[in-house]
């Protein structure tokens, strides 16, 4: 079974690297635009990411429990959906936002059911539920958009803390991660999800209990992807079925780039903030250069390809370190 890495050898491996490549970022896209470093367009930056970096807090956990949750776009589109059908039809807004976790909790649910107790890969299960969840976000509201929210609320969307540029949902991110920080790196609960992942069959001997801890993750994904629904459609003032597609790639590619193994048990939640924002800035740059979409969407499948590919190359060269450091002590007299 694998150990969680210590912090300081994070530093200075992977995590090390991703935060060296954001600073070099800023510095490429502020020789590539001079209004790029400006307070208004890093707000704008860090509002265009805060959904992505919102779900790839949960997704860490999920990943580094060896599992995956593809559903979360989808997942996005559905609870936007319910929001605009229980506003348009009058519901108090407290009790429409209510609804709308509810419902981003049960979809979450009947994930981590359809994994734990059935048994079946959540590969598999979240192919067939993003196809779900976002037929019923059509079927809620079809091809029509719910706009008309009251200012106050479109507010916590798209406003800003006052007498600052930062936007008021990258407070409520940077809170959540730190919560989530302390949850995976300083909790007993943090450390079985490092041992699930790294080896499952050992954690059930150890005696955890790993059906309940994946539910509970599952549950919590669905969770989060609903509230950063709310988000979604309170800084768009729209609420739509196709609300988030395709976001599932970019939060899978920001949680695999910032070092979290595909196959579970390793990871870190500093780099996975690291990969949001380097991700974030490279886009917002290629924007302000005029880059076409094209080039945009290329440069997301190879960040998408790096993100996989990366990691485990890193990996294996510090693998081979660790074992010709090993050799020569053996050898050693």
Known sequence: MSVPQKPARSLLGWEAAILGLVVVALLIGSRLHEAFLTGPNLS??????????????TMTLVVVAAEIDLSVASTVGMCSALLGVLWAAHAPMPLALLATLALGALAGLFNGLLVTRLGLPSLAVTIGTLALYRGLAYALLGDRAV???PPFWTNLGFGLVPGTQIPIPIVAFAVLAVITAVVLHATPFG????????????????GLRVERTKLLLFVLS????????????????SARADNAVGLELAVIAAVL????????????VIGVIGAVFLIGIIQNALT???????????VTGLLLILSVLGPNLAARVRTSRERRVARSKGGAP
Request: glycine fraction near 10%; charge should be negative; proline fraction near 1%.
């Open 44 to 57: 704008n930056l860090s509002s265009n990411l805060v959904e992505i970096a919102l779900i790839a807090l």
């Open 147 to 149: 706009a008309d929210f």
């Open 191 to 206: 450390r079985s999800l490092y041992a699930i992942g790294a080896n499952e069959l050992a954690a059930r001997f150890a």
């Open 222 to 237: 669905g969770l989060m992807s609903a509230f950063a629904a709310v988000v979604y459609t309170f800084r768009f003032s």
């Open 257 to 268: 780039l910032g070092g979290v193994s595909i196959f579970g048990g390793r990871g870190s």
């Open 288 to 298: 302000l250069a005029d880059v076409p979409n094209e080039i945009l969407t290329i």
